[in-house]
């Protein structure tokens, strides 16, 4: 069960319509996870100049399976996970991309040309609904499944390590409370950076709804941590303030453990 939760073999691409043609997704979204990403890449989905191939998932998972090789695919492998009509744009949203050390440069020789998408969230919120949801699908809340989930939640690190591989100028960082405080103007942003017409989308009620959202009582995190965890933690925070300032801390209420 423990491995089932940490990584999913990739499902068969997607057929490709008559007409349609496939290639490197147009954007990847990689981060984070229980972060809002569900309802952020739907809402891509909704611009009508995005494809969304009838049978492919959100999430691919491609490069899940090269954890224990570390050699990369074939470009062409991933390519066929993104068929669309001339003109459309393409992507999916795996928001483990992130945080597996291996995936970055192997999506950066696949994808080359593509613009990623990194959606956080308050990381203590963040850690607490992603326990939520180990939990409620039977998994282990052990020591080593809480540390997995901090670490998931220490962004600075991660978002340097991808940027080792991209471009800065093509990395959106988005934060999940501005997303929702903002709905407009931070789809508008996205799209921007997408290249889509920002008034391609006629937002309804329907659009704000979170999706995926947690129904259950949440998992508490333990506020009483080591002081190593929390310098950690402060550490990465002070950091990303630095690297990333469009990132609203003062939104996250754990920003001030």
């Known amino acids: 069960m423990a491995e089932t939760l940490l990584f999913r073999p990739p499902a068969a691409p997607p057929p490709v319509p008559e007409g349609w043609r496939t290639g490197p997704p147009d954007f990847v979204g ?27 998932p959100k999430e691919v998972h491609f ?11 074939e470009p062409d492998a991933y ?3 993104f068929p669309r009509p001339v003109g459309a744009r393409c992507g999916e949203w795996t928001p483990r991309y992130m945080f597996d050390e291996w995936t970055p440069p192997l999506l950066a020789r696949s994808a080359p ?21 180990i939990r409620d699908l039977g998994g282990p809340l052990d020591a080593e499944m809480v540390n997995r989930e901090f670490v998931r939640s220490l962004y600075w ?22 997303c929702v405080a903002d709905l407009p103007g931070e789809l508008t942003r996205t799209f921007t950076f997408l290249g889509l017409d ?20 949440k998992v508490p995190v333990d506020r009483d941590v080591p002081a190593s965890t929390l310098a950690t933690f402060r550490d990465e925070l002070r950091r990303l303030a630095v690297d990333y300032p469009e990132v609203d801390q003062s939104l996250w209420p754990s920003a001030g453990l």
């Open 79 to 81: 390519h066929a996970y």
């Open 113 to 133: 040309d593509a613009r990623l998408l990194v959606l956080l969230r308050d990381p203590v919120e963040r850690m607490s609904s992603a326990l939520t949801y």
């Open 30 to 56: 990689v981060g984070t996870i229980r972060s809002g990403t569900t309802w952020w890449h739907y809402l891509i989905d909704c611009h009508p100049d995005v494809a969304s191939p009838s049978g492919r």
């Open 63 to 73: 490069f899940d399976q090269f954890r224990a090789r570390r050699s990369g695919p």
């Open 198 to 217: 920002p008034a391609g989308l006629r937002l309804t009620a329907h659009h704000g709804r979170p999706r995926n959202a947690t129904a259950s009582t």
């Open 157 to 178: 690190s991660q978002l340097s390590r991808l940027n080792r591989c991209f471009p800065r100028d093509r990395i959106l960082v988005l934060q999940y409370e501005r």
